[in-house]
């Protein structure tokens, strides 16, 4: 009896050492499992891989077109650095939609990185669109990004990659962004694909009038130019913000010229010099002088026209201007509204919705 009073008890501690041993392997499971890890590694758009945190609460970003991208995944607060044609004197209505800007240093130029101004920044990682500018924050310990894109599977692939990074609330921004941009894109190709190319404008996109500076072929110019039913007059030249000469120009007679909303320094300057084209002998002679067909490109958070996720309202904008009777259906002050509230967070007034798409800066640079 003795014994098998012993065997119970041994049976009864083997039991209990088993339950307790398991009860610690699934509890150390769980602690494995419910740990995240605090890096991941990306593949840039240059094709490099990079380290990134999978944390992020600080941003560099020396791309001007990608802070609107930033803004538009729900991560414009964290922007703690940035380049100087994205400050607010540069692009006013930025700050106004997200307000951080005017907090965020200047340590990028174009062509530079201000190395000390992005350290006491401390960002987490750095967007950069040039890539000779990757070196010096990685050197500084800074996880560098490279971003950009001259189409619009380019831009697509740029949203993409940085929600990735940013985690999955912007994934859901970024998702909902490309359908908006490719149901727009297939509602206006529906159209303009049955447009035979003998019946299309040829349109010049002008940058600058001194030095005369217009974009070419091989950019997203020229992608929104033939999405919205146009040709690129300047198709014969490749890459962005090429100086021409007026021989040229002539030469190419456009049918329509749309101008970049910097092409002066005041709205008042610009619309001078635009007007001063029909007085001028040479630029007379240009059909698109002559009828009158001269337009100024919107501008808004980012300028609409250049790499910017505007893009989306840049074509609807460009199809309703090269073809009023066509695109009868499309009314850009009420879709630049819905774009702004979907994407940027942002309620226009209806004085605010007309100075952006008459390439007119903000009254103040906050609401």
Not at 79 to 99: D, Y
Request: charged fraction near 20%; glycine fraction near 4%; aromatic fraction near 8%.
């Amino acid at each position: 009896m003795k014994n098998f009073k012993i065997s119970i008890v041994l049976i009864i501690c083997l039991i209990f050492t088993l339950l307790v041993g398991c009860s610690n392997n699934s509890s150390a499971n769980n602690t494995t499992a419910d740990t995240k890890p605090t890096k991941q590694t990306i593949i840039d758009m240059g094709g490099t891989k990079v380290g990134i945190p999978t944390k992020i609460n600080a941003i560099a970003d020396g791309w001007p077109a990608h802070n609107e991208v930033l803004v538009m995944l729900g991560h414009g607060n964290k922007i703690v650095a940035t380049n100087k044609n994205t400050a607010p004197n540069a692009m006013p209505w930025l700050a106004v939609v997200n307000p951080q800007m005017n907090k965020a240093s200047i340590a990028f130029t174009n062509t530079d990185v201000n190395t000390e101004e992005l350290l006491k920044a401390k960002p987490d990682i750095a967007f950069v669109s040039n890539k000779s500018l990757v070196s010096k924050p990685t050197e500084s310990g800074i996880p560098t990004v490279y971003v950009n894109f001259t189409d619009f599977n380019g831009l697509k692939d740029c949203f993409k990659l940085t929600a990735k990074i940013l985690g999955s609330d912007a994934e859901k921004r970024s998702n909902n962004y490309i359908k908006y941009l490719d149901s727009k894109l297939d509602s206006i190709q529906s159209i303009t694909s049955k447009i035979p190319e003998s019946e299309k404008p040829k349109v010049l996109h002008v940058i600058s009038l001194n030095p005369l500076t217009i974009d070419g072929s091989d950019t997203i110019i020229d992608s929104w130019i033939k999405v919205a039913g146009g040709i690129n007059a300047a198709s014969s030249v490749s890459g962005n913000q090429k100086v021409v000469s007026i021989e040229q120009v002539l030469q190419w007679n456009p049918d329509v010229i749309i101008f970049g909303s910097n092409i002066a320094k005041t709205v008042s300057e610009r619309t001078t010099a635009i007007n001063n084209l029909s007085k001028d002998s040479t630029w007379s002679k240009i059909n698109a002088v002559k009828n009158k067909k001269l337009y100024v490109n919107p501008n808004g958070a980012f300028t609409w026209d250049r790499y910017s996720a505007e893009e989306a309202l840049q074509i609807q904008w460009a199809a309703k201007t090269l073809y009023p009777d066509k695109f009868t259906n499309i009314d850009i002050s009420k879709e630049t509204k819905s774009f702004y509230k979907t994407f940027l967070n942002y309620n226009l007034t209806d004085d605010e919705t007309s100075k952006i798409i008459n390439a007119e800066p903000p009254v103040t640079n906050a609401k």
